[in-house]
């Protein structure tokens, strides 16, 4: 079946220090990768999102991620945290298995905390 | 544009009670998804509905069912609420007829079962 697998639960930082959130799925087909984010009390909304062309793509708030489809993965990226992006990050992939229809599977999700 | 509506807001039930959750998605969008948001498990897939007929189902058991309507509107419905069954619950709307297209979620239903 169909997993997405987000290894770090909860992350801690300074302001400033760079980010990285690991992002695995088991999936061989055609996959589209998403990142979406849930800030303190607002919806969910989407970081950025992956469907075909260069690997790196970069979203919203200078979050980027990379396709790297030998691992089987789309971690996210940050240079230099803010105290704004205290938020839980999920990683998603909408994929199907042969003809049948799309369906989104979500992680577990990272609950990040930035430190003024 | 109004966003993801999703009604009510707040619900305390007890134990074997059931409970109806409505979405009301953007407008134009086809497709109505359901979620089972708790802490440590993420997001869990219930159903996904597309003009009116269900088009994706998790792996959740039959207490849990849905409907959408030709306004595209959708509700969810839990019979027999079991302790476990608190969660917040998140609706996500999307156009319906791409693979890359992103969902735009409600703020969602959070439900205590007692």
């Known amino acids: 079946a169909q997993s997405v697998s987000q290894h770090n639960h909860h992350v801690i930082l300074s302001e400033a220090a760079s980010l990285e959130l690991g992002c695995n799925y088991s999936?061989?087909?055609?996959?589209?990768l998403f990142w979406y984010v849930q800030y303190p009390g607002q919806h969910l909304q989407l970081l950025l999102k992956?469907?075909?062309?260069?690997?790196l793509v970069k979203g919203i708030k200078g979050f980027e991620a990379e396709f790297i489809k030998s691992k089987f993965s789309f971690n996210l990226r940050k240079p230099s945290v803010q105290w704004s992006d205290t938020a839980e990050y999920f990683c998603?992939?909408?994929?199907?298995?042969?003809?049948?229809?799309?369906?989104?599977?979500f992680g577990t999700g990272t609950r990040l905390k930035v430190l003024a | 544009k109004a966003g993801v509506t999703q009604t009510p807001r707040y619900l305390i039930k007890t134990r074997g009670q059931q409970v109806t959750l409505s979405c009301s998605p953007i407008?134009?969008?086809?497709?109505v998804s359901w979620y089972q948001q708790t802490p440590g498990q993420g997001l869990q897939f219930l159903f996904e509905?597309?003009?009116?007929?269900?088009?994706n189902k998790g792996n959740f058991p039959g207490r849990f069912s849905g409907r959408q309507f030709s306004n595209s509107r959708s509700e969810m419905n839990v019979s027999t609420l079991e302790l476990g069954d608190s969660a917040l619950y998140l609706c996500?709307?999307?156009?319906?007829?791409?693979?890359?297209?992103?969902?735009?979620f409600g703020s969602g239903t959070q439900l205590s079962v007692l």
């Open positions: 999936y061989g087909g055609t996959v589209n």
């Open positions: 407008s134009g969008h086809r497709s």
């Open positions: 996500a709307s999307s156009l319906g007829g791409q693979a890359n297209e992103k969902l735009f």
């Open positions: 509905y597309f003009s009116e007929t269900q088009r």
């Open positions: 992956y469907f075909s062309g260069d690997p």
């Open positions: 998603a992939v909408n994929a199907r298995r042969g003809s049948g229809t799309y369906k989104y599977i």
